[in-house]
């Protein structure tokens, strides 16, 4: 299995400070895509990003961004300046694309302190 | 658009009774769909992948008897757990592939939580 890894199990930081969240991944495909999602308490899935294998440019959306490095076999996604309405569980995944289901990492429970 | 809808959204149920989750793309339609378990606390499982018109592909581990997948149209795909016991109880999320612009992508239902007394 290709799998995708987040070793951070939790993390936990006061409101404003900026955090990152790791996401390696396995791959023997030449094409492939990686996402993250948002997982709030009520359990709904956030679409927050996709990038398909080719495209190493890094992105920024708002507070969000994601640094794509195909050397590492890394995907991390950065909040700067925390808010408490970003906690919840994220998780990264990757797919080989078309009738490909996804492969999610195991998550990470974000907590962002008042 | 490119919703995904699910019912219903919680459901509880006996012991050894079958429940039939359904997932219905609402605006789109999605020739493929798929089906993925969460336990508490824990990552998304992909469960099996659901063509229209042909018998669901399921991952190593699931049971196909178990876990009974129909996608007859291609804006509806259920899944019915069957002689469900407290082991299955567990959080199905399905997505549906759909057009994202030029780009295929999956869109997730909300997800229904199943509770085996």
């Known amino acids: 299995a290709q799998k995708v890894t987040q070793a951070q199990t939790e993390i936990s930081v006061v409101e404003k400070e900026d955090v990152t969240l790791d996401c390696v991944y396995e791959?023997?495909?030449?094409?492939?895509?990686l996402f993250w999602y948002k997982q709030p308490p009520s359990g709904e899935l956030v679409f927050l990003i996709r990038?398909?294998?080719?495209?190493?440019q890094n992105e920024i959306s708002g507070r969000y961004s994601w640094n794509f490095q195909k050397s590492t076999s890394s995907f991390n996604f950065t909040i700067t300046a925390s808010q408490v309405v970003d906690s919840a569980v994220y998780f990264c995944?990757?797919?080989?694309?078309?009738?490909?289901?996804?492969?999610f990492g195991k998550g990470t429970h974000l907590i962002i302190q008042p | 658009g490119a919703v995904v809808s699910q019912h219903p959204s919680r459901v509880i149920c006996k012991s050894g009774t079958s429940v039939k989750i359904e997932c219905r793309s609402l605006?789109?339609?999605?020739?493929?769909m798929f089906w993925y378990r969460q336990f508490p606390k824990k990552s998304l499982m992909l469960m099996a992948t659901?063509?229209?018109?042909?018998?669901?592909?399921?991952e190593q581990g699931v049971e196909k008897d178990k876990f009974l997948i129909n996608h007859a149209s291609l804006t509806l795909s259920t899944l019915t757990v069957t002689s469900a016991h407290p082991e299955d109880s567990s959080f199905y999320i399905c997505?549906?592939?759909?057009?994202?612009?030029?780009?295929?992508?999956?869109?997730f239902g909300p997800g229904t939580r199943l509770t085996v007394l």
């Open positions: 995944a990757r797919s080989g694309g078309g009738a490909d289901g996804l492969t």
């Open positions: 997505s549906a592939n759909g057009l994202a612009g030029a780009h295929n992508e999956q869109f």
């Open positions: 659901s063509n229209e018109g042909s018998k669901a592909t399921y």
């Open positions: 791959t023997r495909d030449t094409t492939y895509y």
């Open positions: 605006d789109f339609q999605a020739t493929t």
């Open positions: 990038r398909n294998s080719f495209d190493e």
